[in-house]
């Protein structure tokens, strides 16, 4: 099963607000409400930052915000600091019960 | 505080096997699903295994079926992965993962890396 689909790189300024998208199908992102965040900084295990589309764990900052429509996700990143710059990466839950994550994105904040 | 601790991993060579294993700390383990995650270096995070609270109820990534084995130990607080036959592309550092109250991981360990090459 090939990955889901995620831009290879976006940039934005500090203070800026910009969104990461990540294209699936019915049989996963457009099938469940189980899309999830997750920010890697380099040599760092990633951190969760959304779960079920929408929702932040305590702790996470609101500046991040996910959404869904159809078989597209996307995380929103308000308000960019230095300390964003990191890669992100999507992951659905499937019909086969398994996991799929998207190929990641590498957010440079200029 | 939630803790996972990967060991196991190594140089190996191609058609060698490897078990991982994963202690968890800080979280009544017999009562989550968990996963492991692999990445390839510079690459991408790709899904490979998860486990059932109870290890009775496995899934695995097409690549990986039929080689690696998913297992716990419930009285140890320990998730393995067994993996036989392995190939170049398996190189990694493969995560333990805790899955959530709903299909999703909310925490990680640090990783273990394994190199397959001869």
């Known amino acids: 099963q090939s990955a889901l689909t995620q831009p290879a790189s976006v940039s934005g300024s500090p203070g800026q607000s910009i969104t990461i998208s990540c294209t699936g199908t019915?049989?996963?992102?457009?099938?469940?409400?189980?899309v999830s965040w997750y920010q890697q900084h380099p040599g760092k295990a990633p951190k969760l930052l959304i779960f079920?589309?929408?929702n932040r764990p305590s702790g996470v900052s609101d500046r991040f915000s996910g959404s869904k429509s159809g078989n597209t996700a996307s995380l929103t990143i308000s308000g960019l600091l230095a300390e964003d710059e990191a890669h992100y990466y999507c992951?659905?839950?499937?019909?086969?019960?398994?996991?799929?994550f998207g190929g990641g994105t590498k957010l440079t904040v200029l | 505080e939630v803790q996972l601790v990967e060991s196991g991993g190594g140089l190996v060579q191609p058609g060698g096997s490897l078990r991982l294993s994963c202690a968890a700390s800080?979280?009544?383990?017999?009562?989550?699903?968990m996963h492991w995650v692999r990445q390839a270096p510079g690459k991408g995070l790709v899904w490979v295994s998860r486990s059932n609270s109870d290890g009775f109820s496995t899934t695995y990534a097409d690549s990986v079926k039929g080689r690696f084995t998913i297992s716990r130990d419930n009285a140890k607080n320990t998730l393995y992965l067994q993996m036989n036959s392995l190939r170049v592309e398996d190189s990694a550092v493969y995560y333990c993962?805790?899955?959530?109250?709903?299909?999703?991981?909310?925490?990680w360990g640090q990783g273990t890396l394994v190199t397959v090459s001869s």
């Open positions: 992951c659905s839950y499937t019909s086969s019960s398994t996991r799929i």
């Open positions: 993962a805790r899955q959530g109250g709903t299909p999703y991981i909310d925490y």
């Open positions: 019915s049989s996963d992102v457009g099938g469940y409400n189980y």
């Open positions: 800080g979280f009544t383990f017999s009562r989550y699903w």
């Open positions: 079920d589309v929408t």
